[in-house]
């Protein structure tokens, strides 16, 4: 995996959506609120959400999220295969199960 596909999900991850309905946050806020959810086991450290979604579907990941959705963290990851098809992955942020697979064309 490239350094440069590291720093620019360690990015994306730092610039998540507010999770929790809490009103409007700022983008400092979402960085925290993900940092908490690792240090308190909630989620898995993205190295090991990239490899199970990599050996689900292979390809070069181009856009991740993390979300809260009822009451569980979600990771979904939009990957562009070999063959050129982007692929929305859906993972559980605590199991890493593959909970979904969508073919984006």
Request: charged share 35%; aromatic share 2%; with cysteine.
């Amino acid at each position: 995996m490239s350094r440069l596909l590291i720093r620019a999900c360690l990015l994306a991850l730092a610039a998540l959506p507010p999770a929790l309905g809490a009103g409007p946050a700022r983008s400092d806020d979402d960085g925290e609120r993900a940092r908490r959810a690792l240090e308190r086991g909630e989620i898995r450290p993205l190295d090991a959400v990239l490899a199970a979604a990599r050996a689900a579907v292979p390809g070069d990941v181009v856009a991740l999220d993390l979300k809260r959705n009822d009451g569980h963290w979600l990771y979904k990851l939009r990957i562009l295969g070999p063959d050129g098809r982007r692929r929305d992955v859906k993972i559980d942020a605590s199991s890493l199960k593959i909970l979904d697979v969508d073919d984006d064309d």
